[in-house]
């Protein structure tokens, strides 16, 4: 049985393990090793159960605790070349653990893990698809601009799809943020929208998936409900029912829960 638990999401650090109970990867280390450790205990996985990490880009909620926590357990890294290049400028590569360039499908933890570029102000953004031992697919995409033909073609007839829905448009426009980041936000290489983000669930649901979690959540321009809601009402509007055709959840900012989803 597979299981995606959410560790962080958010602004203030990203970390995923998927897997089983026995063995998995962690999809980012984004905040302190202490407390990636601490929250993979809450969700009742071993840290003998990580088997490596898989970084999706190298900005600091996605690699805060990457050098420190692949150090103290020895786990390999995987990062496309570009992100690679990025962490090594910034001293995340110590020599203390392994990274491998990820440009094709690699089997780790019993799961084939695929990455797949995304549009995303950094040095090369990837997302990741994955394939359970049993046959379940599983896709994240998150901190992506907009939603291009390729990234559709890596979420199409995922089971379960992690996707960003970071913020309201509203809220951000006229909310506090500087000028400059509100249009950085806004770009093609910024941010999904809750609005972008739902109106992609229902072509979703019609070519397999049956679960969605939504991700990286704006704590200043967004909310958990209007993130649910805005989702839940394009569904609804697409003659989909909650419990019947789908699941949706939202990623917590901190799993203190310890909130696994299991399928």
Known sequence: MARVCPLFSG??????????????????AGRSAKQISEMLQNCAIGLSAVKAIFVTHEHSDHVAGLRVFASRFHLPVYASRGTLAAL???GCLNGKFEYRVIDGAVECAGM???????????????????????????ALSTDLGYLSDGVRDQLSGADMVI????????????????????????????HLSNTDCSEELSCLVRQGATRFLLAH???????????YQTALCSLDMAGMKQGKDFELFVAPRENAEGKTILF
């Open 163 to 190: 996707l960003e829905s970071n913020h309201d448009v509203g809220m951000l426009q006229n909310g506090p943020y500087p000028y400059p980041l509100k249009r950085r936000i806004l770009s093609k290489t910024g």
């Open 112 to 138: 084939s893990v695929q990455p797949f570029p995304i549009p995303h102000d950094s040095a090369e953004c990837v997302g990741y698809r994955l394939e359970t031992g049993d046959g379940r697919k599983i």
């Open 217 to 227: 959540l704006s704590a200043e321009n967004n909310t958990p409900i209007l993130a």
């Open 11 to 28: 602004s203030s650090g990203n970390s995923y393990y998927i897997g089983s109970a026995q063995a998995g990867i962690l999809i980012d």
């Open 88 to 90: 090594e400028s910034m």
